[in-house]
């Protein structure tokens, strides 16, 4: 019988020290990932940058970690262990990070109305809801949307990895990581540096800086328990 892997428990100096290891990681393996793609081993190289985009992840865990004692509800046990939890992360706040730029261009656009006088700051916060809702249920519609296709390829992305390692039977056929494109690789890469720079943004927010962050959203009398 397998025995389970104890939970990981750190230390904050451990889990920011772990989540710099880990993003600087991250770029290493897309730095290898790009000298693939020049040998044009696009299938490796596709996987590279996908493993890039794991590390990118398990940084991101790491770092809330050390800034929350419940980061995001998951486990650095699975982060550390497993491929699945470390894209359904990347989903999540890719998805987090894109809601809120929504949000910021549409409350430009209401601000803009308000200041041409299209709409009073009364009716400003109704309009704002109603566009948000509108873009949103836009995007739920829209199979091509940016958002939709950017989940789409994190739902697939540990498929897309082990396709650009190993040959594989397909029932009928062979399939050869080597016929991999330089298209295949340019949009993965895409992705990933996408991926990877929101990871150093949020990374680069001060202590002090997410502490304001946990008493808006938490209450004073959570303060204490974050960043303590």
Known sequence: MARKRPE????????????????????????????GAKCKRFGPAISLCILASEEGAKALALFFSAISPEPMGISLKDVLSKHSVKHELSQSVSFGVLLFGLAFSVKGEV???????????????GQWVRRVTEELSRMAHDPSHEVRR?????????????????????????HDPNTATSEAFAECRRHVDWWLLR????????DEEWARWFKLVCGPCQKDRHLG
Not at 8 to 33: H, I, M, Q, W, Y
Not at 111 to 125: K, L, P, Y
């Open 8 to 35: 990981v428990v750190l230390s904050r100096k451990e889990a920011k020290a772990g989540a710099r290891l880990a993003a600087t990681n991250a770029r290493g393996l897309l730095d290898f990932a790009e000298a």
């Open 111 to 125: 601000q803009r109305a308000i200041d041409h006088g299209v709409i009073d700051e009364q009716r400003a916060g």
């Open 150 to 174: 950017f989940i789409a390829w994190y739902q697939a992305a540990n498929g897309i990895k082990n396709d650009g390692l190993y040959v594989g039977w397909l029932g009928d056929t062979w």
């Open 199 to 206: 990871v150093d943004e949020l990374l680069s927010i001060s």
